[in-house]
C-alpha cells in the first residue's frame, strides 16, 4: 500500500522540492518553502473513472453551446456567453464588483430558466440575501450554499445538479484529504483540478471567484490559471465609478475584448458607450492633451491621452506614465529629441490616460508623441482631432490596422480631422465626412499643428 509522500512548496510560485530550500530555485525568493503531506494515489480508482478515446468525426456535435448570462458586456468577454463546461477564473482587488457581477449573472441566467448554485465560502446566506435585495427582486431558481469544504460542496453539486456553479472563492475552499491550510498552494491546485473535473464530467459551467495579492495577480501560483478556461480581470479605479473587465486568457474566444461597467447603487450598469464616458471630463481648450482612437477586441474605443511637461532642477528627470508602458514613453521621448529636436533632457515627462484604463495596442504612438509635444510647447491640439498611429525609431509613421472602423467611431462623436498614416489611406473606403490629414514621419505631424519656436 503506498504511503503518503511529503513535500516542500513555495508559496510564491508553486515549485515543489523533495527537502526544504531557503531560497526557491525558480523564482528566486526567500523563506517561502512550507512543508504538506501528500496522499497516495490509488491507481485503481483513477482507472475506474478513465474514459475511451474517440474519433474526432465520431463525437457528436453540440448545438447552441453557448450560454448568454443577460449581461451584454460579460457575454462579449466570454466570446458571446458560457460555454457548457467550462470554468472561468475571475480576479480583482477585493470590492471592486467582482461577487455583485456574478450575482447579477445568476439572476439573469434563473429568470432563463436555468438552475444555478452560489457557493460562498466567506459570507452567510443571509448576508447574500441582504447583497441581492439591493440587486433587485430576488429570484427564486438560484441556489446559495455557505460551504468550505470540498467533499460537502462535491456532494451537494451532485444532487442538485446545476447548470451553473460559483465558487467564492476558491481560496477559501479546502479538501480534507491535505493537511496545509485553505488558501495554500496545494489546497488551490486539488481544489481547483477537481472542480475542474467535475465541471468537466457534468457540463457544469463554472465561476471561480479568486482573491488577488498586492502585485494585483490572482493569489496562488500561475498553474491555477492555467488550469482553468478563462481568466478575467476586473480593472478599475475606486476613485471611479467604472469597472473595466478584461479577458487575460479565453479559450473560447477572444483575448483583447474588454468590458466596462459602472457602479451604481443597483448593482454594475453596463456601459453602452465607452468612447462617451471616458471623454466626458475632457477640456478643450487644455494644451497637453490628445484625442486617439484605440481598437479593444472588436470595439473602437476614443480615449484621451494627457502629458504635463514642467522643467525640472534634479539632474535626473522623471518619466513617469500611468495606463501606458513607461518603456514605451521612454522610447518616444527619445524620438523626439533626436528627430525633431525637442529639448526634454532637463524636463520631468508625466503622461497619463485619462479615466484610469490601460493601453497597449502601438496605434496611440502619435496621440502619446502630440500630448508631448502640445505640453512642451504649451500650443493645443485641435479640440476636433484625433491622431493614430504607430511611431518607429526613425520617426516614421506605421499604418495601424482598422482604420476605418476607428475613423467611424470619431465621426460618430463629432470630431471632423483626423491624423492618420499615409500607408493607411489606401485602405480607406469612406471617409464618414472627416478630414483625412496623412502625415509618413512625425515632423509631419509636427508641422500641420505645431510650430517649434
Not at 526557491?24 to 478515446?53: H, I, L, M
Not at 447583497?131 to 460542496?153: F, H, K, M, Y
Not at 466596462?260 to 443597483?266: C, D, R
Request: hydrophobic fraction near 40%.
Amino acid at each position: 500500500m503506498a504511503k503518503d509522500k511529503t513535500v516542500y512548496t513555495c508559496s510564491f510560485c508553486g515549485f515543489q522540492s523533495s527537502k526544504w530550500l531557503g531560497k526557491c530555485p525558480d523564482c528566486d525568493q526567500w523563506n517561502t518553502f512550507y512543508e504538506e503531506k501528500r496522499p497516495a494515489r490509488r491507481s485503481a480508482a483513477c482507472a475506474a473513472q478513465g474514459s475511451e478515446p474517440l474519433a474526432l468525426s465520431a463525437i457528436a456535435a453540440q448545438q447552441d453551446a453557448r450560454t448568454p448570462t443577460g449581461i451584454a458586456e460579460l457575454d462579449r468577454v466570454l466570446g458571446g456567453g458560457l460555454v457548457p463546461g467550462a470554468v472561468v477564473l475571475i480576479g480583482g482587488d477585493p470590492g471592486i464588483g467582482k461577487s455583485t457581477l456574478v450575482l447579477q449573472a445568476l439572476t439573469r441566467l434563473s429568470e432563463a430558466g436555468r438552475k444555478v448554485l452560489y457557493v460562498s465560502g466567506e459570507e452567510s446566506a443571509r448576508q447574500i440575501r441582504m447583497r441581492a435585495e439591493r440587486l433587485g427582486p430576488l429570484p427564486d431558481n438560484v441556489l446559495i450554499l455557505a460551504e468550505t469544504s470540498l467533499e460537502q460542496i462535491s456532494a451537494h453539486i451532485s444532487e442538485c445538479k446545476p447548470d451553473m456553479l460559483v465558487i467564492d472563492s476558491v481560496q477559501t475552499v479546502y479538501s480534507a484529504d491535505l493537511e496545509s491550510a485553505p488558501g495554500s498552494v496545494s489546497q488551490l491546485r486539488e481544489v481547483s483540478a477537481r472542480i475542474i473535473q467535475q465541471a468537466k464530467q457534468t457540463d457544469t459551467a463554472t465561476f471561480l471567484i479568486g482573491h488577488v495579492t498586492k502585485d494585483g495577480a490572482i493569489a496562488g501560483p500561475r498553474v491555477l490559471e492555467h488550469m482553468v478556461d478563462t481568466v478575467l480581470y476586473f480593472e478599475g479605479d475606486r476613485g471611479h465609478s467604472y469597472r473595466i473587465l478584461r479577458a487575460v486568457k479565453n479559450r473560447f474566444g477572444s483575448t483583447d475584448e474588454i468590458g466596462v461597467f459602472e457602479m451604481s447603487a443597483a448593482g454594475l450598469v453596463e456601459v453602452a458607450s465607452p468612447s462617451e464616458l471616458f471623454l466626458s471630463g475632457r477640456r478643450n481648450q487644455t494644451p497637453g492633451s490628445a484625442v486617439v482612437p484605440s481598437i479593444e477586441g472588436t470595439r473602437p474605443i476614443l480615449i484621451e491621452i494627457q502629458a504635463l511637461v514642467a522643467p525640472t532642477p534634479l539632474a535626473m528627470p522623471r518619466r513617469t506614465a500611468i495606463g501606458i508602458d513607461q518603456n514605451k514613453t521612454s522610447l518616444l521621448i527619445a524620438v523626439l529629441e533626436k528627430k525633431i529636436g525637442l529639448k526634454l533632457f532637463n524636463q520631468d515627462v508625466f503622461v497619463n490616460v485619462a479615466g484610469g484604463v490601460r493601453v497597449n495596442e502601438p496605434a496611440v504612438d502619435l496621440g502619446i508623441v502630440a500630448a508631448i509635444i502640445s505640453s512642451r510647447l504649451d500650443q493645443q491640439v485641435p479640440p476636433d482631432m484625433v491622431l493614430c498611429g504607430e511611431v518607429g525609431l526613425t520617426g516614421e509613421v506605421r499604418a495601424v490596422s482598422q482604420i476605418a472602423t476607428r475613423i467611424n467611431e470619431a465621426a460618430r462623436l463629432g470630431f471632423k480631422r483626423c491624423i492618420l498614416p499615409e500607408n493607411s489611406k489606401k485602405n480607406m473606403t469612406d471617409r464618414h465626412g472627416i478630414e483625412c490629414i496623412c502625415a509618413g514621419s512625425v515632423q509631419d505631424m509636427v508641422d500641420c499643428i505645431f510650430k517649434l519656436r
